[in-house]
């Protein structure tokens, strides 16, 4: 299955890259630019060995290519890159992990924003109404992630309304080693999930320590 990393030039786009390329899928790491795309390549290439299942595209591109989308963007891009992606997300799944939070000056204190839509999961459903969005990946770390040669001790918490779509990213999610897969029911459940987002990744962050 080929899956495409809308906006996965930061550590967890990064991050969610590594772990399925080394699961054997194919990747597309996806970014506004072709030349942030390629140095976000070149860096896993960098850190991996013989690496062939991996190629760079613009947004638009990896997502009419792709058969899975993950996005993987700050909540102020979020609606941005959804509209330029709408044409290739047509009928295909895609697995949002945008967090709608805020952290301090320094990082000390992470919080929720209020969204009108409820979650930024439910925002991405409402600007791609012909795509199937997932909240995914919410809950685990782009330190965890990138800790590419170790399992990942962790539960992944999904939502979605789509239950066939939920148990094709179960599969793939699950290709990471150490992750399990929750189905926390329809997409309306990621207002849960996002508000306890800052909550579960500083449990997930000390149980690994």
Excluded: H, W
């Excluded at 290739?88 to 209020?114: N, Q």
């Excluded at 459903?125 to 170790?150: H, R, W």
């Amino acid at each position: 299955m080929k899956i495409a990393i809308i906006g996965g030039t930061g550590g967890q786009g990064l991050g969610i890259a590594i772990r399925f390329v080394q699961a054997g899928e194919d990747v597309i790491i996806g970014s506004r630019t072709m030349e942030k795309a390629q140095k976000a390549v070149d860096k896993v290439k960098d850190l991996l060995d013989d690496v062939e299942n991996l190629k760079a595209a613009e947004n638009p591109d990896a997502a009419k290519e792709a058969d899975v989308l993950v996005l993987t963007v700050l909540l102020a891009s979020q609606r941005a890159i959804l509209l330029s992606i709408k044409e290739g997300a047509t009928g295909k799944i895609l697995m949002d992990a945008t967090g709608p939070l805020e952290t301090a000056i320094g990082g000390s204190l992470t919080r929720c924003l209020y969204l009108p839509e409820g979650a930024a999961s439910e925002r991405a459903q409402k600007i791609l109404p012909d795509t199937n969005v997932i909240c995914a990946f919410n809950n685990i770390s782009s330190g965890a992630l990138m800790n590419y040669n170790e399992p990942i001790d962790c539960d992944c918490l999904i939502s979605g309304d789509n239950q066939e779509s939920k148990i094709t990213v179960a599969k793939l999610i699950e290709k990471i080693p150490g992750v399990q897969v929750v189905d926390c029911g329809p997409l309306e459940r990621a207002q849960i999930i996002e508000k306890i987002t800052p909550l579960l990744i500083g449990l997930n962050i000390k149980k690994s320590l």
